[in-house]
């Protein structure tokens, strides 16, 4: 139904409409006094919209103190972002900003508009505050009329006492916001999440300029502080390996849908999509959605790396390669590519590039475990990929393993496997993505760190270097790991991975 336009006779969104959508006919109600006491009277009590205390509140509440410590006597401001429009009267479904999620346990489609604040006390330590725009009352032209906040639209939202018992923090109307972030912005440090919600953000630079802060140093204050959060996600706490647990289940799940219906995908034509379509209702079903648009490749668009369109068809006899992540309710994502044979029999070609993908992968996994670096992960993976390279007779005439992974003047392998080997997974797909080089490929591993492992072969269709019996395979292997106290736990272990578990599962499912 089109937002605002309400049914025949009834109340829209005037507050919102721009003059030419008021002017359009199509569009405008007449909303009279009697009109409006007769939708506010006779409704029963309201129910709390939640049950009791959140299960992350805690977690988020041990993840704030460690920015507290970080920043004493110093204002962190933390938005969640507002609604963002699809396309003229219809928005995205919300997505609140990572470091919101983070700190406030917040996940699926809550909150929108929400600005975490941890305010400074004067005896040490911050105080919590949650500023959102809670439930309006049925006195309200919001209840009724207003299409992108109001109940009627859009269901009851939490009131700020349903907040305060959810999260255990304190909980205050937005519109107290943008005074309370500002009022003493030239005495105290205050820190912005900048890219959360840009409108807002400048509404707070201009507010804190007016307050005496310096223009000139709010961006590099604030951006110390969304540097912070990335970092603090690097080690998962023992919530979100239970997360990352549970978006791999469903992740699983939604492997195992699509393998069912491979003949399917087949039969029907624009197969991958009927794939695509086939993991997203697993995604939704379980949990959120997807954490990033699923790949679903089959044949030559395997070797486009980031292959979304999804529009082709899949053959008998071909590979399709699926990169798929169910995104939980808590906004934890998974990320796992399987290659599988349509038929459920690799050819001896897909075999052989399968198998050298899978020793690739191998010695990645066998790489993680703390004291290792990050790097070291992809190190050991594209050593492997180069040594079958070379043994294939495709490195330029004289290069070797060790020329070409010489980073300076090598890199001959990278005609075939473009992409890095790892990164962290979590809240993002491509999580702690403001870390430094330093913090984050040059970093020790450590226990509790939760990265992928992925290395691929693409071979594109029309690669006259490459022999032509590969000559349209891609093939990636991507699991999710934690690292452990002595080496690491392939999560994803479980979604089947050598090429003979792969058959065996094509042939059971597919029928
Ligand atoms: N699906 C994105 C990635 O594997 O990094
Ligand atoms: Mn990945
Ligand atoms: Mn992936």
Redesign the pocket.
Known sequence: MARGAGHVGGPCDDAEMSEEQKQADNRARATTDELRTFIREDWAPRRPTVDGPADAASWAAARRAVLSAAYPKQRLVVPAGGLKVRSNDSDYVFRPHTAFAYLTGLGADREPDAVLVLEPLDDGGHEAVLYLRPLAERDSDEFFADSRYGEFWVGARPTLEDVERELGLTARHVDGLVDAVAKDAGELTVRVVRDADRELTARLDDARVENGAERESLEEADDALAHAVSLARLVKDDYEVEQMRAAVAATHEGFDAMVAELAEAVAQGRGERWLEGTFGRTARHRGNGVG?DA?CAAGDHANTLHWIKNTGAVEPGELVLI???VEVDSLYTA???RTLPTDGTFTEAQREVYEAVLAAQEAGLAAVRPGNKFSDVHAAAIRVVAEHLHAWGLLPEGVSVEDTLDKEHGQYHRRWMVHGTSHHLGLD?HDCALATREEYMDAELRPGMVL?V?PGLYFKADDLKAPERFRGIGV?I?DDVLVTEDGCENLSGGIPRTADDVEAWVRRLRG
């Open positions: 990033y790949i990169d798929a992540g990320d796992v590519t797909v992928t992925e990636r991507e």
